[in-house]
């Protein structure tokens, strides 16, 4: 049986993917805005795969009996100040993300819940790769400074991400 504190906290969580696609589409859009269409659809890719995460728990919440609870969602920042920004915000947002999971699964735990604890574990390592792939990110924009060439080849490269 789910209950209503997990039930709102998981609901709180829907809220936050949602944001976090938000957040990448409005990256997204301000890639394009550069000329940077790679790095724009690596966003993209990002933006759809976290709506994809907010599902996941809404549809876990519907199958355990719960009710969801959908809240406003904020509006993202728009404009940004370059590439290597850019990421270093994902990257901090995903920490952010993180502590939200490391959240919810000590809730489960204080909780008893182990249906619930045992589904986060999929966004626990889920939390790991992005965290990851997000750091890989800045460092070799950071290794790129300011290198128009540099620039160029890490959004191409990252115009290669796969999931559209």
Do not use: C
Not at 16 to 39: D, I, K, P, R
Not at 64 to 70: F, I, M, Q, S
């Amino acid at each position: 049986m789910l209950l209503k504190k997990m039930e709102k906290a998981l609901s709180g969580q829907i809220n936050a993917e949602f944001y976090s696609s938000y957040l990448y589409m409005s990256m997204s859009v301000w890639f394009t805005s550069q000329n940077l269409t790679g790095m724009a659809k690596w966003m993209t890719v990002q933006a759809r795969e976290e709506w994809v995460h907010g599902m996941k728990i809404h549809d876990f919440l519907l199958e355990r009996g719960g009710r969801v609870t959908l809240g406003a969602v904020a509006a993202p920042p728009a404009d940004f100040t370059s590439p290597l920004a850019v990421f270093q915000a994902a990257y901090k947002h995903e920490q952010k993300v993180t502590g939200l999971i490391g959240d919810l699964v000590d809730l489960a735990k204080a909780e008893n819940d182990h249906a619930t604890g045992v589904f986060l574990q999929w966004f626990v390592s889920e939390q790991v790769e992005e965290e990851a792939n997000a750091g890989r990110i800045v460092a070799k924009l950071e290794q790129v400074k300011d290198s128009p060439q540099g620039l160029f080849m890490m959004d191409a490269v990252l115009g290669k991400r796969g999931g559209e």
